[in-house]
């Protein structure tokens, strides 16, 4: 997938093109990816706009959310949705004061679009002044496909971002993940050194740099961790670390079948299931008992 942070292009092949914020993803941005592949013609590129960082940053600084996927991972996800070309644009003081027509006009005469796919709420231009009928009436006159998507349901209530922060705020991850979609909830990053107690309690855990987004409710979940390539079992803890005093929240997993060393390596985990909550214990020999516990959640020791 090409990646471009200005809002132009080179080429003057037609472009079909998704627009939208899309943290994390989920089914109804899905749906969205998928309608703008189907208007693909022979020759034609797909395309989507996106921002680097989430518009609240810039209008209301220090209100933006938590979000569910790091600018890294979106791109992850863009790509595999089946996308050719991306415009990651910063969204600045810039892009806040263009009018509704600036902005539809640079989608013309620099993408050079031919359709455009948005969610049926979507809004844009200066304090959101435009919205798909305005964008509807003003590119249909210039030749351009427009489609408004309609909000993918769950439950009897639409599938947003918000409502997904919620569940894994809640430590709710297997409805998070069906909201999601795909492989649902990741948590990716580096394995960094850590304080050393999981050796010397006898469990050995990579510690993973907390990427900037939202984390799940502390405490322990049962996961599949990834490494090069491979699955494993894992128990993961999220938290500080009361039994030690801990201030800042860490994630630290440990692998089953896993002994290699890999600080400076990254790892992903995935399909996090609640098992308890962090709590502190009488004393450190309690806590080993309960780790004991926590590990035969993925089935260690082997049974039998």
């Given at each position: 997938m090409?990646?471009r942070?200005?809002?132009?292009r080179?080429?003057?092949r037609?472009l079909?093109?998704a627009?939208?914020?899309?943290?994390?993803?989920?089914?109804?941005?899905r749906?969205i990816a998928?309608?703008?592949l189907?208007?693909?013609?022979?020759g034609?590129?797909?395309g989507?706009?996106?921002?680097?960082?989430?518009?609240?940053?810039h209008?209301?600084?220090?209100?933006?959310?938590?979000?569910?996927?790091?600018?890294q991972?979106?791109?992850?996800?863009f790509?595999a949705?089946?996308?050719?070309?991306c415009?990651?644009?910063?969204?600045?003081?810039?892009?806040?004061t263009?009018?509704?027509?600036?902005?539809?006009d640079?989608?013309?005469?620099?993408?050079?679009v031919?359709?455009v796919?948005?969610?049926?709420?979507?809004?844009?231009?200066?304090?959101?002044?435009?919205?798909?009928a305005?964008?509807?009436?003003?590119?249909?006159?210039?030749?351009?496909v427009?489609?408004?998507?309609?909000?993918?349901?769950?439950?009897?209530?639409?599938?947003s971002?918000?409502r997904?922060?919620v569940?894994?705020g809640?430590?709710?991850?297997?409805a998070?993940?069906?909201?999601?979609?795909?492989?649902?909830?990741?948590?990716?990053?580096v394995?960094?050194?850590g304080?050393?107690r999981?050796?010397?309690?006898?469990?050995?855990?990579?510690?993973?740099?907390?990427?900037?987004?939202?984390?799940?409710?502390?405490?322990?979940y049962?996961?599949?961790?990834?490494?090069?390539?491979?699955?494993?079992a894992a128990?993961?803890?999220i938290g500080?670390?009361?039994?030690?005093d801990?201030?800042?929240?860490?994630?630290?997993?440990?692998?089953?079948?896993f002994?290699?060393?890999?600080?400076?390596?990254?790892?992903?985990?995935?399909?996090?299931?609640?098992v308890r909550e962090?709590?502190?214990f009488?004393d450190?020999?309690?806590?080993i008992?309960?780790?004991?516990?926590?590990?035969?959640?993925?089935?260690?020791?082997?049974?039998?």
């Amino acid at each position: 997938m090409e990646i471009r942070h200005e809002l132009a292009r080179a080429s003057a092949r037609p472009l079909v093109l998704a627009i939208g914020f899309f943290d994390g993803f989920h089914r109804g941005h899905r749906e969205i990816a998928r309608r703008t592949l189907m208007l693909r013609r022979p020759g034609w590129r797909s395309g989507v706009l996106s921002f680097s960082n989430h518009p609240a940053t810039h209008l209301r600084p220090g209100t933006g959310p938590a979000l569910l996927c790091t600018p890294q991972e979106r791109l992850d996800l863009f790509a595999a949705a089946g996308f050719e070309e991306c415009f990651f644009i910063k969204f600045d003081e810039s892009i806040a004061t263009l009018s509704p027509q600036a902005f539809l006009d640079i989608l013309v005469k620099r993408l050079h679009v031919r359709g455009v796919v948005v969610g049926m709420t979507f809004r844009f231009g200066h304090k959101r002044a435009g919205d798909t009928a305005l964008m509807r009436e003003y590119l249909v006159a210039h030749d351009v496909v427009v489609v408004p998507v309609e909000p993918v349901m769950e439950g009897g209530e639409r599938i947003s971002s918000t409502r997904i922060r919620v569940k894994i705020g809640e430590g709710k991850m297997t409805a998070a993940d069906r909201l999601l979609g795909g492989t649902g909830y990741e948590i990716r990053g580096v394995v960094e050194i850590g304080a050393g107690r999981g050796h010397e309690l006898g469990f050995p855990t990579a510690n993973v740099r907390v990427p900037e987004k939202l984390l799940p409710q502390d405490g322990v979940y049962s996961a599949v961790a990834r490494y090069d390539g491979r699955d494993y079992a894992a128990v993961v803890s999220i938290g500080t670390n009361p039994q030690f005093d801990g201030a800042a929240r860490t994630v630290e997993a440990w692998l089953r079948d896993f002994a290699h060393t890999i600080y400076g390596r990254e790892l992903s985990l995935r399909d996090l299931r609640y098992v308890r909550e962090q709590r502190l214990f009488a004393d450190v020999g309690e806590l080993i008992e309960q780790m004991k516990r926590d590990l035969q959640t993925v089935g260690y020791p082997p049974y039998g």
